[in-house]
């Protein structure tokens, strides 16, 4: 009984120690990008925001030219009121009425045009991050990248498997190279 206790004990340690060889073998290499850190030092990203903001500005001045004008015409407006009376007023204001709705409808189809062409471009953008980040963990045999940031799927993890300042450097020399290139081709 004794040597059969023994032979059972001896062959669950040997399967234990298995176990633990197995599990070993089976490890993956796994990482994390911190997402929001990552657009935010992304001179892409940086790009691509300059390059709205110029388009904002740029087409705001011509809508604040319009609004200074209305601005003008309505203080005008107020007054010949006082002057003409409160009749002259409501026969006049249909067309001062008419022209402040049209500059508010201007505005949001300005930011509206805005908003899809840049949504349009960071979609673009973040597909080829995810490509990006994609290609690299095969290349460099990770089983799991993950990714934090505003939309975190991570709640914590060590900081020795960040790799968010490696994935922006590479990413910043592509798109270095690749706007030298462009450059060339003009």
Request: charged residues 35%.
């Amino acid at each position: 009984m004794k040597k059969a206790l023994l032979f059972i004990a001896i062959s669950i340690s040997l399967v234990s120690c298995d176990k633990k060889t197995e599990v070993k073998e089976h490890e993956f290499k796994t990482a994390y990008v911190d997402t929001a850190e990552l657009m935010k030092e992304y001179t892409e990203t940086k790009d691509l925001e300059a390059k709205y903001k110029g388009v904002a500005a740029e087409k705001g001045r011509q809508l604040e030219a319009e609004i200074n004008r209305f601005k003008q015409d309505a203080a005008n407006f107020q007054r010949n009121a006082q002057a003409n009376g409160q009749e002259w007023a409501q026969k006049n204001g249909a067309e001062l009425q008419r022209r402040e709705q049209q500059l508010g409808q201007a505005q949001q189809a300005l930011q509206m045009q805005l908003q899809q062409e840049s949504g349009k471009e960071m979609d673009s953008l973040v597909k080829g991050v995810k490509k990006f980040i994609k290609d690299y963990g095969k290349k460099e045999g990770y089983a799991y990248i993950y990714g934090t940031g505003d939309a975190a799927s991570i709640l914590y993890a060590e900081e020795k498997y960040d790799i968010t300042k490696e994935i922006v450097k590479l990413l910043n020399e592509k798109y270095k190279s690749t706007a030298k290139t462009e450059e060339v081709k003009k």
